[in-house]
T-cell receptor, first 112, second 113 residues
Framework: GESVGLHLPTLSVQEGDNSIINCAYS??????FIWYKQESGKGPQFIID?????DKRQGQRVTVLLNKTVKHLSLQIAATQPGDSAVYFC???????????FGTGTKLQVIP | GAGVSQTPSNKVTEKGKYVELRCDPI?????LYWYRQSLGQGPEFLIY????????DSGLPNDRFFAVRPEGSVSTLKIQRTERGDSAVYLC???????????FGPGTRLTVL
């Protein structure tokens, strides 16, 4: 079937290595950021979030870093596994609004 | 429990026809969202419901698109006079009233010939 990741930037990593996926956002008023994982044929799945009053948040094998000065967000995945292969999107919200704005995705390919 | 479900999973229609896409949110979730995702792009916000009312419909591209949620649960996205450019995956998500985590359904792939 069609790939969600068609024409997206691609990051290829060896299984077991760490992955870093980057995202630039444009709205300086955004105060809440989310990373989503989307596998082919499925809807996006929440991974981790961070509020603008933080610069780092850790989950299970994942860490999100936020640099508000340069409006940059990154997702770090430790010990990348084949099941991590998917398209990853950063997303943002602002001012208490529920509308989520998604950024351009990155396709992560894990090489066994 | 059951997640967000969407029907149909695929819909093929002809230019100019009318289509309805259905979303069943997670039970108890008061907030419901519709997004559209074109190939190779991130989801694009269309409309957000809180209960029965549309709290934000700023993403609807034009008046051919309309969505309802009459009983505050199931929602239907309606597209009139479909155009080839409407072809995309239409995603639905739900969340608790003020929840930040949105739970997405698998989407409906709409193809307009």
């Amino acid at each position: 079937g069609e790939s969600v990741g068609l024409h997206l930037p691609t990051l290829s990593v060896q299984e077991g290595d760490n992955s870093i996926i980057n995202c630039a956002y444009s709205n300086s008023a955004s105060d809440y950021f989310i990373w989503y994982k989307q596998e082919s044929g499925k809807g996006p799945q929440f991974i981790i979030d961070i509020r603008s009053n933080m610069d780092k948040r850790q989950g299970q094998r994942v860490t999100v870093l936020l640099n508000k000065t340069v409006k940059h967000l990154s997702l770090q995945i430790a010990a990348t596994q084949p099941g991590d292969s998917a398209v990853y999107f950063c997303a943002e919200k602002s001012g208490g609004y529920q509308k989520v704005t998604f950024g351009t995705g990155t396709k992560l390919q894990v090489i066994p | 429990g059951a997640g967000v479900s969407q029907t149909p999973s695929n819909k093929v229609t002809e230019k100019g026809k009318y289509v309805e896409l259905r979303c069943d949110p997670i039970s108890g979730h008061t907030a419901l969202y519709w997004y559209r995702q074109s190939l190779g792009q991130g989801p694009e916000f269309l409309i957000y419901f809180q209960g029965t009312g549309a709290a934000d419909d700023s993403g609807l591209p034009n008046d051919r698109f309309f969505a309802v949620r009459p009983e505050g649960s199931v929602s239907t996205l309606k597209i009139q006079r479909t155009e080839r450019g409407d072809s995309a995956v239409y995603l639905c998500a739900s969340s608790t009233h003020s929840g930040n985590e949105q739970f997405f359904g698998p989407g409906t792939r709409l193809t307009v010939l």
